[in-house]
């Protein structure tokens, strides 16, 4: 059986329900996910009337929907689609401009609204971005994809925009109020990947899931608790992280990444922690423990490979990076060899569940 990852979220429901929900063989609506070097995961959405097409990261680590607005000259949007307001019947503007931050890159533009398509969901009067301009440029020129669809609390919505997929549970788009990640980290794989709504697919998983409630309204965030490698123990009184599907590496503390890397064995070129490609089978595994329950990472789940002058290199997924409100971004690096579920009870508690691969 399958074992690659899948994520969740569940509403309005208790955690049985939930389990029973997922031995359904009910067929779901979703959206094929693309899989550019086993960092980003992306589908297809539709903006406007008629439909302007776009491939969007579908992010847990994040809010807001911003795509390219044609009213940016920058070259990065030159090069994506670009929504082009003028063009639909049913834009409405709002004479209002915003601002996302992202740890890495600023992102502005203007507020509008229009009718969003996901999976054949059309999402009526969704509140989104049109990037007029951004810090980093490099950082999106090679980008696949054109924006991003936020999957996270409203509460960390810029501008108080309320999400796309808590705008389709609103408008009774979906029938159970869950959404699943089906990621495949095999290039040479039929199917890189779902999102699926409503449900999920008992096909790609398998096992027994570990109870983890999460622990702070905004991101998908709970308690860790504890890294070892090579009998080194890393986050040892417990520490807080987040599940990031927008971002492909493993983010920690500096001097707990550092550590890592010098165990794994890396060397930095260029800025990057490289190892030797023939090396991946050797690597020391990584054992996350989540609700008392050891994930493993080899070498080939935590080894990015990526071509290089004509060849195929290799780099460590492990970054350093000190976040104030948690301690650990995990990353699909991480999510890639694990099932995550998550709910939200009426009274807004998220849980997550883990299955080991």
């Known amino acids: 059986m399958d074992s690659t990852p899948q994520c969740l979220t569940k509403v309005d429901t208790n955690l049985q329900e939930l389990l029973s929900l997922n031995d359904s063989d009910d067929d779901f609506p979703s959206v094929i996910l693309s899989n550019y070097q086993n960092i980003n995961y992306y589908g297809v959405i539709t903006i406007g009337t008629p439909p302007q097409e776009f491939k969007v990261i579908f992010d847990t680590g994040s809010a807001n929907l911003w795509i390219p607005s044609k009213k940016c000259n920058l070259t990065a949007c030159l090069i994506h689609n670009q929504y082009n307001s003028t063009a639909s019947n049913t834009y409405i503007a709002k004479n209002a401009l915003i601002q996302i931050k992202y740890f890495?890159?600023?992102?502005?533009?203007?507020?509008?609204?229009?009718?969003?398509?996901?999976?054949?969901?059309?999402?009526?009067?969704?509140?989104?971005?049109?990037?007029?301009?951004?810090?980093?440029?490099?950082?999106?020129?090679?980008?696949?994809?054109?924006?991003?669809?936020?999957?996270?609390?409203?509460?960390?919505?810029?501008?108080?925009?309320?999400?796309?997929?808590?705008?389709?549970?609103?408008?009774?788009?979906?029938?159970?109020?869950?959404?699943?990640?089906?990621?495949?980290?095999?290039?040479?794989?039929?199917?890189?990947?779902?999102?699926?709504l409503g449900g999920s697919d008992p096909a790609h998983y398998d096992g027994n899931f570990t109870y983890v409630p999460v622990t702070h309204k905004g991101f998908w965030q709970f308690t860790m608790d504890k890294i070892e490698v090579n009998n080194i123990s890393l986050c040892q009184s417990s520490c807080q992280a987040i599940a990031d599907t927008g971002m492909g590496e493993t983010y920690g503390p500096t001097s707990d990444v550092k550590t890592i890397n010098e165990l794994i064995g890396t060397t930095n070129i260029d800025g990057m922690e490289r190892v030797n490609c023939s090396r991946i089978p050797e690597l020391p595994t990584i054992r996350f423990i989540l609700g008392g329950k050891a994930f493993n990472l080899t070498g080939k789940d935590y080894i990015i490979q990526f071509p290089d002058e004509g060849n195929t290199s290799c780099r460590s997924s492990f970054l350093g990076y000190d976040f104030k409100e948690f301690n650990w971004e995990l990353g699909v690096a991480f999510i890639g060899i694990v099932f995550t579920s998550s709910l939200i009870s009426k009274t807004i508690e998220w849980d997550l569940l883990w299955q080991n691969k």
């Open 104 to 196: 890495n890159s600023i992102i502005d533009g203007l507020i509008s609204t229009d009718i969003v398509n996901v999976a054949g969901f059309n999402v009526q009067n969704q509140t989104f971005a049109e990037l007029t301009n951004m810090s980093n440029e490099e950082l999106f020129l090679p980008a696949p994809f054109d924006g991003i669809l936020g999957l996270a609390y409203s509460y960390i919505s810029d501008n108080n925009i309320i999400p796309v997929f808590d705008n389709m549970v609103n408008q009774n788009l979906v029938s159970s109020h869950i959404f699943s990640f089906y990621l495949n980290r095999d290039p040479s794989a039929e199917l890189d990947g779902e999102f699926i």
